[in-house]
Each structure stands twice: as C-alpha cells, then as structure tokens.
C-alpha cells in the first residue's frame, strides 16, 4: 500500500502573544509534512503506518479497516475518515494524557477501546486520582505529589489487557505485555510481520536509548522502582529480538538489537546514582558518632551550646543552639510525639537551663520538619523563621503539587505562618552568636543552610541535604534525588556541594538527627556525584536541554489547586520557566473540563534565556459544569516540538 497523500487542516483559533498583549487571529495552521501518515518500514510490514502529532500514533490497516495503536491528539482520525478508512480498535500502551488526549474526537463512532487492566481506572475513573487535600500515602504519589498524567475526561474501555494477554484482529495474533516504567502498568503491543516480531513499545525506550521523561518514571521518594520497572522492560522487549520498535515519541528504531543494551546501561547508571549516597541498613552506627550524652534522657551534646535527640531508630528533626542566657534556638522541629517532646523541654529547662525557644528556623520546606512547630509557638511563644520563598510553600501548600508538604503530614495543620523572613545571606547577632543564612538549595530548592562560629567550630546546619558517615570513602552522601521536590541539578544538589566545599565546615548537622564531623573529604564525593548525576540525566534525555525532561513544573499553575463556584472568577497566573541559554518560544493551549471557560485559551510567548515569566489567565463557569474536582490541562509547544498536555492543574466546582 502507497503512503496517503499529505492534507492540510485549517484551525482558527485565537491567541494572546506575550509581547504585544493583544489578541489575533490565526488563519491557519497546517498539519506539518512530518505529522502526515507514512509507511514503518515497507519490507517489513507494509501495512504498519505512523502518524505523528502530540505522540506516535501506528496504523494498522487491512483493506478499509484500521487498528491504530494510541491515538494523539485524535488528528488521525479525520484524515482516515478522508480516506475511508474505518478505525475498529484503538490499543493504548498507557494512560498518559498525549496518547488518549484526542478520545472526544471518537464520541459516537463505532470504534472499541482497549488499554492494560492495570491503568484501566487510569482512562475510565480519572478524576478519582485528584485531591484537593492530598496525604502523605496517597496511591500513586511521591508523598502526595501526584506522577499520574490520566485524561481531562473518562476514556471507555472495552477491553482490558492482563500483564500477558493477547487479542487476535483480521487473522493477526497481537500479544500484549505488561512494561511498566514509564508509567506503573504500560504495556508493549507485538505480533509477527512473517519477518520477525514488531514491537510498539509506547515510551519504554525512545531511539538513541533515551528516555521520554524522568517525573513519569519517578514512583517513590529516591529508591528507583520506575527505573528498575523500566529496565527490566526494556530487557524483556530484547529478548523478543523484535526487527524494529515502534515508540511513542520519536523515530522508529531499526537496530533494538543494539539500542536496548545501551539503554538498559545507561539506566543501571542512572539507579545506581539515584539511590542514596549512604547506607541505610547501617545508618545507627554512623548518624550521630560525634556526640555525648546529657543529663536529660535522649538529648546528645555536639559542642556546649548545640544539642540534638538520639536514639535507637530515631529521627527527629531538632536542632539547638542554647545560649549563655537559657535562650534557644531552633533548626527545625518535628516527627515526635507532642507528649514526649514536652517531657523532654521541661527536663531541659529543669537540667539544662533552657528557658525559652525564641525562634524556629525552618530548614526546607518539608512537612515533617514543623510537625511539632504549632505546639512550640502555643506552648513557649516561638517565632518561626523562614525564607520568603519557603514561607509561601509553608503558609499555602494547597497551591503546590510537591512532595511531602506539611498539609500532607496532619490534615488540621493546613497553614503555617511565619514571623520572620530570612534574606539570603542576612546575618544574625543572636546571643553573641554570628551566625549567617544563606539559600542553599539541595534536596529541594526552598531550602536554606544556617552556619557560624559555635564553640570554635564552623558548623552548618544543611537539612536533608546531605547525610552519610564522612570516614567511609564509599559514601557520597546525597539524599533523595526527587523531582518534584523541585530540585533541577543547577538550581540543587550542584550548588548545595559548591557552597558547603566553599565554606569547609568542620561540622554538619543535618536533619532527622544526623551529625557529621570533619565532613570535607564526603563533601568532595558529594559534589563529584551531583555533577555525575546531572551527566546521567542529561544522557538519557530526549529533549535538548535535561531539565525539561526532568523537571514537572516547568509550565505551571501558579496555585496548583483552585475553587470555583458559579457567578465568580477564579484568577490566576501561568508560570512558564525557560531553561535554555536562548530566548525560546513556547505556545500553550489550556483544556478545560465541560462548562469551563478560561481567557486566554491559548498562550503564545517568548521567554528570554534562562529566566520565568508569569502570564495572568481567569476561570469560570457555566451551568454545564458539572460539580466536583476536576482537572485543566496545558498543551504545550516547545519551540517546534509539541509535547502535547503534559501539565495539569486542579479545579474543585461548587455549585
């Protein structure tokens, strides 16, 4: 069969360009040569074309009939329609929004769906993975943060494939194979073209052994379920031998026989960086090695003004510095019992002679680091310090979709406010104590370090930034690497090992109860993994510059979660962040739910290089909305490649 002719569709629509702040017609856009329908490989199979919009879309045709695998933006469809070509089933690899986004275009037609039985709630029940008060074991989160990318509506499924099914269409036997990793139940279409085997493999693997995205594959906090679930699909899928694979983004790959290999390398790389720079099993023996027990029970002194907890399997967030005076000072405070928090202060003021605790300094924004910070400011007065950035995270969560925020730890703590703003680099005479705050991003990028001159040692308080036993030259001791912590190399764990080899402390005190002395030696390590992680990403990433791909919030709204009832209008902004070292353009179409309108609908702008911008945009209702929580989505254009509606927001209906 001859490859169709090219068509051009025109759309009229309407835009807002950025620069000029007014609205102007589009004539037309034509559908692009490379979007057009054209044979795989002929010599193989040649009734196996591919059409390309927001993903690969591949078709299966046999006289006037078509099976397509995925189905983009739904632009196929019109075209097959032009051809008389009928669609009997649509075969979805996974859920993501870019392979089903075009599903409405299908309303009334005679076409069956089939997907794997384990995304099947993915399609049909999407709106049951939204939450606008999220939890710390939400299914399907990163501490709350959502890594599912469902539809803007429910998809009908006919048909659900198990792990190792087949379906047989026009005397051609389909096998079905679950290769979870780029979401937790993808799955890989093969069936024999008399040549060899054929795999349509959705986004296992994208040619030059790259990935299609990081955040889709990050399913935990730092441990690399996803990239283990990838590369063991990817291992699968090479011993099928296929001839060639059909992924969802980019080129068909005429050489699986060597790409996989390299693929499954360059991800056995990347997990083994991922995962933590220390060793979990033995960390009693090395977390806090350089302390000395107090006349109160569990408190440890580190050098005479700065104390912590410590105990078996016991992790605390709690850092003081006690003054002369009896005063103290907080780095953080959370993940105890109020109870036996308060048993121990009152033993301190009783043994120690604390008297107060002045201030909290908030060490990043995590919720597990201001568990207990309600109870410090009821019970002693204190004051909780923060940097503005910070403050916002702690003061609104609902407006972020990131992990492990304090709203995900205790639904009643909602909102912490804070007394104080802390400038980067302000320094503090506190007590005769000089002391300095600098933003320090790391493990996520609202994040700060507080150091000084303490007992004649120049301590840093970091955080989670860094943990590990500094004397074992087989720990680098990074944290967590988690993407929707928002922690892009650059702005992270690169210039949080920059500025601690910088400074050359002589103690590190870190979160949940960690000490490390004489650090210098870890701190190098650090700083040689964290520019070794950023390779690694960089190597595996489709897009041009890793961030993109790795990084969820690239394009956002700027409050993540939104009410809106009937006869209001919800505003807001769109924040949009260009990583290049270039100016770049970017368009954007935000979809909306039934009944929902939005101005603009489509955002087309210039961002100049490497900065953010943010563009306003309003909400609102009509009677045919339907009340609940509800999802927008923004389809995105990154100079000239159309990523499709990988951005998403919340939208909560009250009529």
């Known amino acids: 069969m001859k490859p169709f002719a090219t068509v051009v569709i025109a759309v009229i629509l309407w835009t807002v360009t950025h620069e000029t702040g007014q609205a102007k017609p589009v004539e037309s856009i034509p559908v692009n040569e490379m979007d057009q329908?054209?044979?795989?490989?002929?010599?193989?199979c040649p009734n196996l074309y591919q059409w390309t919009d927001v993903c690969n879309v591949y078709v299966l045709i046999d006289g006037k009939s078509a099976l397509l695998f995925d189905l983009g933006d739904g632009s196929v469809i019109r075209y097959l329609d032009g051809k008389g070509i009928h669609i009997e089933w649509v075969l979805f690899t996974?859920?993501?929004?870019?392979?089903?986004?075009?599903?409405?275009?299908?309303?009334?037609?005679?076409?069956?769906?089939?997907?794997?039985?384990?995304?099947?709630?993915?399609?049909?029940?999407?709106?049951?993975?939204?939450?606008?008060?999220?939890?710390?074991?939400?299914?399907?989160?990163?501490?709350?943060?959502?890594?599912?990318?469902?539809?803007?509506?429910?998809?009908?499924?006919?048909?659900?494939?198990a792990k190792m099914d087949f379906f047989s269409w026009r005397g051609i036997e389909i096998r079905c194979v679950e290769t979870r990793g780029n979401s937790p139940g993808s799955m890989s279409y093969f069936f024999n073209a008399g040549k060899g085997w054929i795999a349509v493999t959705g986004d296992v693997m994208i040619e030059g052994g790259r990935m299609h995205t990081w955040f889709d594959t990050e399913w935990d906090y730092g441990?690399?379920?996803?990239?283990?679930?990838?590369?063991?699909?990817?291992?699968?899928?090479?011993?099928?031998?296929?001839?060639?694979?059909?992924?969802?983004?980019?080129?068909?790959?005429?050489?699986?026989?060597?790409?996989?290999?390299?693929?499954?390398?360059?991800?056995?790389?990347?997990?083994?960086?991922?995962?933590?720079?220390?060793?979990?099993?033995?960390?009693?023996?090395?977390?806090?090695?350089?302390?000395?027990?107090?006349?109160?029970?569990?408190?440890?002194?580190?050098?005479?003004?700065?104390?912590?907890?410590?105990?078996?399997?016991?992790?605390?967030?709690?850092?003081?510095?006690?003054?002369?005076?009896?005063?103290?000072?907080?780095i953080d405070c959370g993940l105890f019992d109020k109870k036996y928090l308060e048993s121990r202060l009152a033993l301190m003021q009783e043994r120690l002679g604390l008297k107060s605790i002045e201030a909290v300094i908030i060490s990043h924004m995590h919720g597990d680091h201001v568990l207990q910070v309600p109870f410090l400011v009821e019970k002693y007065g204190t004051q909780v310090w923060a940097t503005g950035d910070m403050a916002v995270t702690l003061e609104y969560?609902?407006?972020?979709?990131?992990?492990?925020?304090?709203?995900?730890?205790?639904?009643?703590?909602?909102?912490?406010?804070?007394?104080?703003?802390?400038?980067?680099?302000?320094?503090?005479?506190?007590?005769?104590?000089?002391?300095?705050?600098?933003?320090?991003?790391?493990?996520?990028?609202?994040?700060?370090?507080?150091?000084?001159?303490?007992?004649?040692?120049?301590?840093?308080?970091?955080?989670?930034?860094?943990?590990?036993?500094?004397?074992?030259?087989?720990?680098?001791?990074?944290?967590?690497?988690?993407?929707?912590?928002?922690?892009?190399?650059?702005?992270?764990?690169?210039?949080?090992?920059?500025?601690?080899?910088?400074?050359?402390?002589?103690?590190?005190?870190?979160?949940?109860?960690?000490?490390?002395?004489?650090?210098?030696?870890?701190?190098?390590?650090?700083?040689?993994?964290a520019y070794a992680m950023r390779d690694a990403l960089q190597e595996l990433s489709f897009l041009g510059d890793y961030r993109y791909w790795f990084d969820p919030y690239w394009v956002r709204f700027d409050s993540y979660r939104q009410t809106l009832q009937k006869e209001t209008t919800s505003k807001s902004n769109i924040i949009i962040h260009n990583f290049s070292r270039n100016r770049q353009e970017f368009r954007i179409f935000i979809h909306t739910p039934k009944g929902i309108h939005v101005s603009p609908h489509e955002i087309h702008t210039f961002v100049d290089a490497e900065s953010e911008i943010s563009i306003p945009f309003s909400c609102a209702m009509t009677d045919e909305a339907l009340p609940g929580v509800q999802r927008l989505t923004l389809d995105v254009t990154l100079g000239t490649i159309r990523l499709g509606e990988w951005f998403d927001g919340i939208l909560n209906i009250i009529k």
């Open 37 to 44: 329908l054209k044979p795989v490989d002929p010599n193989i």
């Open 94 to 161: 996974h859920h993501h929004r870019e392979q089903c986004q075009g599903y409405p275009l299908l309303k009334g037609r005679d076409v069956k769906i089939a997907a794997p039985v384990a995304e099947r709630a993915f399609f049909e029940q999407p709106d049951n993975f939204l939450k606008m008060q999220p939890s710390l074991n939400d299914p399907f989160t990163v501490y709350g943060a959502g890594y599912l990318r469902p539809p803007i509506e429910p998809v009908q499924v006919d048909r659900g494939f």
């Open 223 to 330: 441990y690399a379920a996803g990239i283990f679930a990838l590369h063991n699909a990817a291992a699968f899928i090479e011993d099928f031998r296929p001839l060639l694979m059909a992924p969802s983004h980019g080129a068909v790959i005429n050489d699986p026989a060597q790409a996989l290999p390299t693929y499954r390398r360059k991800l056995k790389n990347l997990a083994g960086l991922t995962v933590r720079g220390y060793d979990m099993n033995y960390s009693a023996s090395f977390q806090n090695n350089c302390s000395t027990p107090t006349c109160v029970p569990d408190i440890w002194q580190v050098t005479p003004h700065v104390f912590v907890f410590k105990g078996p399997d016991f992790a605390p967030n709690f850092a003081l510095i006690l003054s002369d005076s009896g005063k103290g000072l907080l």
């Open 397 to 529: 969560p609902e407006k972020f979709n990131y992990a492990a925020m304090v709203n995900t730890y205790d639904k009643n703590l909602t909102s912490l406010k804070t007394d104080r703003i802390l400038r980067d680099g302000e320094r503090l005479n506190w007590e005769g104590f000089e002391l300095t705050v600098d933003r320090m991003p790391g493990q996520t990028v609202f994040a700060l370090c507080v150091h000084g001159m303490i007992d004649n040692k120049r301590i840093a308080f970091t955080g989670d930034n860094i943990f590990g036993d500094p004397g074992d030259n087989r720990q680098n001791g990074h944290e967590a690497v988690v993407a929707r912590n928002s922690a892009v190399l650059e702005d992270g764990y690169i210039q949080a090992a920059e500025y601690l080899q910088k400074m050359n402390p002589d103690i590190l005190v870190g979160g949940h109860s960690y000490v490390m002395a004489n650090p210098r030696e870890m701190i190098g390590r650090y700083r040689q993994w």
